[in-house]
């Protein structure tokens, strides 16, 4: 592992960009331990199947646990990942963000988590919080994002009122900003729709400059990211604390959507639209999401990278939901970026 004692000297002008000198061990631990505290809330909801754990190593330096559960009551599959790695240099994905880290070696530790349920009225989620180093150079990542397939927008609300709160113990512009990023993020540009109703993302917050620090300037996360301007300085111990309540605002935002769909019947029409749904998943995982692209280029373990894809997932040529459905109602409400904080009543006819 990388140590902080082999961070190049930096001059005291700039020392307050240096993260805690135990940052690296206490950022694992408590990823390994929001594992624990997700896998064994997510297992006691469930029920009846328990999660498997395979525990890997990476040649390079480093390795993780990798957590699933398959076929249980409420969850077709069910994946929680912990890893932490480190190596002599980052992949071309990261140094095209921060070239400034380029040269140095690299330490980077993280808990994922993808969440695909049996019924189709429970909504896919995704969960990623992640912290890096690369010589003088450091940075929290992460976020959370919910995908349904039949949409409730008080589910909706619920889970962005839910993560606003732990983001407004730490700073009020980081709910706005972050949504919108989000929203910006979880995007399929060839199908010109989002892949949900967002939620959180953010990256590369290491306490300075704006805190949109994403690829699109003209964008709405950057707009508002502009118009609020820099925030006062926030130091290594800030972010950490913000990161920290993100992830225990998982289970509070999640758990009771599920409670309140799971017992809903459904039939062949909404499996099979959920299955055909699953697939932008696939797409988006494959082709822009950043936590694959980074894990395939680190040479991270295969099994556990790709184990956000969903068990049974099925395409169709030229779909187009029928007029007036709960169908054609997420294409033409939910999968467009909405206020879901401000919401009052139900959109929803089902």
């Not at 929001?34 to 297992?43: G, K, N, P, R």
């Not at 062949?268 to 822009?288: I, S």
């Not at 007029?323 to 009543?345: C, G, H, M, R, V």
Request: aromatic share 14%; proline share 7%; net charge negative.
């Amino acid at each position: 592992m990388l140590t902080n004692s082999q961070t190049p000297t930096v001059s005291a002008e700039s020392s307050k960009s240096l993260p805690a000198p135990d940052a690296q061990t206490r950022v694992s631990q408590f990823m390994k331990q929001l594992q624990d505290e997700i896998t064994e809330s997510l297992a006691k909801l469930d029920g009846v199947a328990n999660f498997h754990e395979d525990s890997w190593e990476r040649p390079e330096g480093g390795g993780g646990r990798s957590r699933v559960l398959r076929e249980g009551a409420i969850f077709e599959q069910a994946g929680v990942n912990f890893s932490e790695v480190w190596g002599s240099h980052l992949p071309a994905s990261i140094l095209a963000q921060r070239p400034e880290a380029a040269g140095h070696g690299f330490y980077a530790t993280g808990t994922s988590m993808v969440l695909h349920p049996h019924n189709p009225y429970v909504p896919t989620v995704h969960l990623n919080y992640r912290y890096f180093e690369a010589g003088p150079v450091w940075w929290f990542g992460g976020g959370l994002d919910l995908t349904p397939y039949y949409p409730f927008a008080e589910d909706a609300a619920h889970l962005h009122k839910t993560l606003k709160q732990a983001c407004d113990k730490h700073h009020p512009d980081y709910y706005p900003v972050f949504k919108r990023w989000c929203d910006e993020y979880f995007y399929l540009k060839h199908r010109d729709e989002t892949r949900g109703v967002g939620g959180l993302f953010f990256d590369y917050q290491d306490g300075e400059g704006a805190l949109y620090r994403g690829p699109n300037p003209n964008g709405e996360a950057a707009i508002y990211s502009n118009q609020v301007g820099t925030p006062a300085t926030r130091n290594w111990e800030d972010l950490f604390a913000f990161v920290q309540d993100c992830g225990r605002a998982f289970l509070p935002a999640y758990v009771p959507i599920v409670e309140r769909r799971n017992g809903m019947e459904y039939g062949d029409r909404q499996r099979n639209f959920q299955l055909y749904r699953r697939g932008r998943y696939v797409e988006f995982n494959l082709v822009y999401d950043r936590g694959t692209i980074f894990g395939l280029q680190t040479n991270g373990r295969t099994e556990s990278i790709l184990m956000s894809l969903p068990p049974l997932v099925r395409w169709e040529y030229g779909y187009q939901p029928e007029p007036n459905s709960p169908e054609a109602e997420l294409y033409e409400t939910f999968l467009k970026p909405q206020d879901w904080i401000n919401w009052t009543s139900p959109t929803s006819s089902h």
